[in-house]
């Protein structure tokens, strides 16, 4: 596994993402609060560019006729069929086998690597 230092720590905004390239693979990288996460930036259900769709919430368990919203800023809707993933493990919000692959993240010094 090599470390593979990609952009600065504030070129990202707060619910935003930037994506690089790493070995040939598209990369989108998150930061959530002070964290940063890194998803393939590819839609497992028909190849989409996963990471140019909108950072959002989603509808949580709630009683009925109220809806209450949360996660705001950890999930990523597909720009093509809005199918949602979650930003810190790559895991879709509909179903648990599907999933888009996660990369490690690590900041040294400002500087965000990418663990491949």
């Known amino acids: 596994m090599a470390i ?13 993402s930037k994506i690089v390239d790493v070995e040939g693979r598209s990369i989108g990288i998150y930061r959530i609060g002070e964290a940063y996460y890194a998803l393939h930036n590819r839609c497992p259900h028909e190849g989409a560019p996963l990471c140019k769709g909108p950072v959002c919430g989603t509808t949580l368990p709630s009683n009925v006729y109220e809806y209450e919203f949360g996660r705001k800023g950890e999930l990523v809707r597909c720009p093509w ?8 493990t790559g895991k879709s919000v509909f179903d648990e086998k ?3 692959r996660s990369y490690k993240v690590q900041v040294d010094e400002g500087k965000i690597g990418i663990i491949i």
């Open 98 to 100: 599907v999933r888009t």
């Open 4 to 16: 593979h230092y990609v952009a600065q720590a504030d070129e990202i905004e707060e619910g935003k």
């Open 81 to 88: 069929h809005g199918w949602e993933f979650d930003i810190k």
